[in-house]
């Protein structure tokens, strides 16, 4: 008789969650003394029911309370020790700090990284690369200051801005910061770090002469887009050598004056102008890389649109429409939370031989979170027990 291999003792949603070291829980939940004065729903029964969240994609905390206590006795295999009814559940996001569901993230980076790096750009360039940019995620009441014109009606709906840094060979965030999405972009040049094996690049929302002459003090690199009203004279052209991609129509360097209260100075720079044949459009790139060839800088901003594949990805899986708190913490631990389904589903998808897309491996864990199926054997060879079980059929027919 045919068995199924597929079949495994603890269910989907038990495999995601054993992915997370309970130490992790542990160690930051003291660090941030976010069960002090908690009797019964602790940090680990918060974290796995904001993952249920995510990964059900729920959009009420009723519907979270409602869906778990139809599991009663069947918590075991992901380790939830206390149901969370609503009240507890609403209590928990507007009190626990979301800071421990941050540290709780980047411990996860830190043990998987090895799994989602890949070191191929930095082994030519001999350094870092890393892209940041912004999103904004709109909320339905006015809990965080948004941007642009008040509505008719006067009623006006909020907004949170997530910084986001990445390394170019991984598409998982390195750093998360929150705002309000008033606030402007350029606040995030202060959390960067700066340092002389670094490379950042990102779009000409974050063009700050101040800040660019901190990065060339550190010997930071940087690319970006210079501003078409950008006021600057021209020092010295550069030979475009033939080897060089036709793209390149011109490399010179140039003096930008800078502004330090009532002192002024001057910044040199390098301005590279690119013509991209597919877009038919003209890019000028604005950099401190004076060594670096001028066709690398053009090809160095291209991989800023991996950024945006990431915000698209995040927000297409995990759409954050409904949130399950109007305070600014809930909020913060809801996209946390993503971010941690974020990272475990990407470990899954680079531990697999098989290709698999993103928005599939999503689909198919919200479809069998509590199936009890082996889900790295069933991933890598979904067809198995379905072949066998066609075989077995023709084999009868045959007598």
Not at 378 to 394: A, S
């Amino acid at each position: 008789m045919h068995k199924d291999t597929k079949f495994f003792g603890h269910s989907v949603f038990g495999q995601l969650i054993s992915l997370i070291d309970e130490q992790f829980i542990r160690r930051n939940s003291i660090k941030n003394q976010s069960d002090r004065y908690v009797k019964h729903f602790t940090t680990k029964d918060h974290l796995i029911s904001m993952l249920f969240c995510v990964f059900a994609k729920c959009s009420s905390l009723r519907e979270i309370s409602g869906a778990m206590l139809g599991l009663s006795g069947k918590t075991k295999h992901f380790k939830l020790e206390h149901l969370p009814y609503r009240s507890t559940l609403s209590d928990a996001n507007k009190r626990r700090n979301a800071d421990v569901f941050c540290d709780i993230y980047n411990d996860l980076l830190k043990k998987y990284a090895h799994l989602i790096s890949d070191s191929r750009i930095k082994n030519v360039i001999k350094k870092q690369v890393k892209i940041f940019d912004s999103t904004t995620i709109s909320l339905f009441q006015d809990i965080l200051k948004c941007t642009g014109r008040t509505p008719t009606n006067g009623k006006r709906k909020g907004g949170i801005k997530m910084h986001t840094v990445i390394n170019v060979d991984e598409a998982i965030p390195r750093l998360v910061w929150f705002t309000d999405a008033a606030k402007n972009d350029r606040v995030l040049l202060k959390k960067l770090t700066l340092d002389k094996d670094i490379i950042y690049v990102f779009d000409k929302g974050y063009n700050d002469y101040k800040a660019f002459r901190k990065f060339s003090e550190h010997q930071t690199g940087f690319v970006t887009r210079i501003n078409e009203n950008a006021v600057y004279k021209s020092h010295e052209k550069s030979f475009i050598d033939e080897c060089i991609h036709s793209g390149v129509r011109s490399d010179q360097t140039i003096e930008i004056e800078v502004n330090e209260g009532r002192e002024k100075s001057t910044l040199r720079l390098r301005k590279v102008t690119f013509y991209d044949r597919v877009l038919k459009k003209e890019f000028e790139f604005l950099t401190n890389l004076f060594e670096m060839r001028s066709d690398m800088i053009a090809a160095l901003y291209k991989t800023r649109w991996q950024i945006e594949l990431l915000f698209k990805q995040f927000k297409q899986n995990f759409p954050l429409k409904y949130f399950l708190g109007d305070n600014e913490n809930a909020i913060k631990i809801q996209i946390y939370c993503a971010l941690i389904v974020n990272l475990l589903i990407t470990v899954i998808q680079k531990q697999l031989k098989k290709s698999w897309a993103f928005s599939n491996l999503v689909s198919f864990c919200r479809i069998h979170l509590f199936n009890y199926i082996h889900l790295f054997r069933f991933l890598e060879n979904p067809e198995k027990d379905w072949l066998k079980k066609q075989n077995n059929v023709e084999q009868l027919a045959l007598f």
